[in-house]
């Protein structure tokens, strides 16, 4: 598979590995969650962390996200997973100015039948006291002003929603994490965790032995693999994901609020005085790992018009100026769903102290602080605060990570997701 290798630098300090012989927790991946872990881990009184990452910090999918906030779900522990999240990249911005935008978002819904499906959010934000309201076409059109909206029916508008810079994020949290003691280590390959009495005592790398209680395996598309090295199943694939980028557009301002059109599959905001309109695609393309070119730092797959077209006839739909507006670049990487396309967040059944937070389902960016912070309390307090039934590995089986599943289970996970919020 061609690739385009990008030289990318990032915002962090560079760090060279210099491994120490023991520490209490060990982080497998230093993309935008084992940042977020670290990051909790210390701010809750524990500097004895190693951030393990085998190419540089945010190398992996985190440097290409869309850097989209959401607030909306139908489900109780999500919406607050989610508002510990936004209130973690507000709290973060005012240090380190990470972009980020609180410019709220819009859903939208061609049908009755999907603005009935919006109570159900509703109900449940309200609840937990946060703010959404269903607003008509007019007011759609008033909030973006580039939107054909002739055929919508209403939307919900979240004005707790917003956006972020990805890496500036994720170097916001490895910052903070290391003036508080945690180190971070580039250039570590993780091989597998070293255990006894089926409990974690170490991890194995390709520089030596790290003598440690916990692991944290938070290696994004990859923790699969470096799960089965120690027979913990984490079910999970990577699929092919896109957005395009586009010329800078009229009617187009920073703050527009982001918007998600989810009977046509597809999503948007600003970039840079253009749009960046992404898919959640239907048979979607599995990749394997296996060939990918190494390293595959910083990377992306080639475009692929022939799977995003149908998506951007749908922008255009909702966007008529996209017909004739120049595109910059399509971006196409690859990102990992699990096969309910929620993600693992859970302690391994075969292994104690092996910890997963991993299979993000593209919303990794949006839930690494709420969900950072449930399983720093759960390693460090014992007690996540939170009922993860949802999260849990235990709701699939050995015959649920096998790659033939898998590769045929993960292409619908995309559009799935996108149905309905989670
Ligand atoms: C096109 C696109 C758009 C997206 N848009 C959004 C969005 O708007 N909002 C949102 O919330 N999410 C979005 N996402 C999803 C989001 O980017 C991911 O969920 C998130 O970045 C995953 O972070 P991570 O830390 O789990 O994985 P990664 O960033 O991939 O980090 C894992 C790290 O582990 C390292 N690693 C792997 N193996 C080893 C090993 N053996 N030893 C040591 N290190 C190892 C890798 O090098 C990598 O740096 C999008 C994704 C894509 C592809």
């Not at 989610?82 to 973060?92: D, G, Q, R, T």
């Not at 570590?188 to 790398?205: E, L």
């Not at 918007?259 to 600003?270: A, C, N, T």
Request: hydrophobic share 40%; glycine share 10%.
């Amino acid at each position: 598979m061609i690739v385009f290798l990008l030289l990318f630098s990032f915002g962090g300090t560079p760090v060279s590995a210099d491994l120490p012989s023991e520490t209490r927790i060990v982080v497998i991946g230093g993309g935008v969650i084992g940042a977020s872990v670290a990051w909790h881990l210390t701010r809750l009184g524990c500097p004895d962390v190693v951030v393990l990452e085998c190419g540089q910090i945010g190398c992996g999918t985190t440097w290409h996200s869309a850097g989209n906030i959401i607030r909306m779900s139908t489900d109780p522990v999500a919406v607050e997973i989610y508002a510990e999240s936004a209130s973690i990249v507000a709290e973060l911005d005012q240090r380190h100015s990470i972009g980020w935008r609180p410019c709220g978002r819009v859903m939208l819904a061609r049908t009755e039948e999907r603005l009935k499906e919006f109570d159900i959010i509703i109900r449940t934000l309200h609840e937990q006291g946060a703010q959404v309201e269903l607003i008509s076409p007019e007011d759609v059109q008033n909030k973006l002003p580039i939107m054909n909206t002739d055929d919508l029916v209403g939307a919900l508008w979240s004005p707790g929603d917003g956006r972020v810079d990805p890496t500036a994020l994720t170097a916001a949290y490895c910052r903070e994490a290391k003036q508080n003691g945690a180190r971070f280590l580039e250039g570590v390959n993780v091989k597998q965790a070293v255990s006894r009495a089926n409990a974690v005592t170490g991890v194995d790398t390709d520089q030596g032995q790290i003598r440690c209680e916990v692991v944290v395996n938070c290696a994004g598309m990859w923790a699969r693999d470096i799960g089965l090295k120690n027979n913990v199943d984490i079910p999970l694939y990577a699929v092919e994901h896109f957005y395009a980028l586009t010329e800078s557009l009229v009617d187009v301002y920073p703050d527009m609020p982001t918007f998600r059109d989810p009977d046509g599959l597809i999503y948007g905001r600003e970039e840079v005085g253009g749009l960046l309109v992404g898919c959640f695609d239907r048979d979607a393309l599995p990749v394997r790992l296996s060939e990918l070119p190494a390293p595959f730092e910083f990377a992306l797959l080639n475009e692929n018009w022939d799977q995003f077209m149908p998506y951007m006839e749908q922008a255009i739909l909702r966007i008529p100026a996209l017909a004739d507006c120049g595109i910059r670049a399509l971006v196409n990487g690859p990102e990992s769903f699990t096969p309910d396309a929620e993600a693992h967040l859970d302690e391994a059944p075969e292994l104690k102290n092996y910890f997963v937070l991993a299979g993000l389902s593209s919303s990794g960016v949006t839930r690494s602080g709420g969900m950072g912070g449930v399983l720093a309390r759960w390693i460090l307090e014992g007690d996540p605060g939170l009922d993860l039934s949802r999260y849990s590995l235990k709701r699939f089986g050995p015959e649920h990570n096998r790659e033939d599943y898998l590769r045929r289970r993960v292409r619908d996970m995309p559009s799935a997701h996108f149905g309905l919020e989670r």
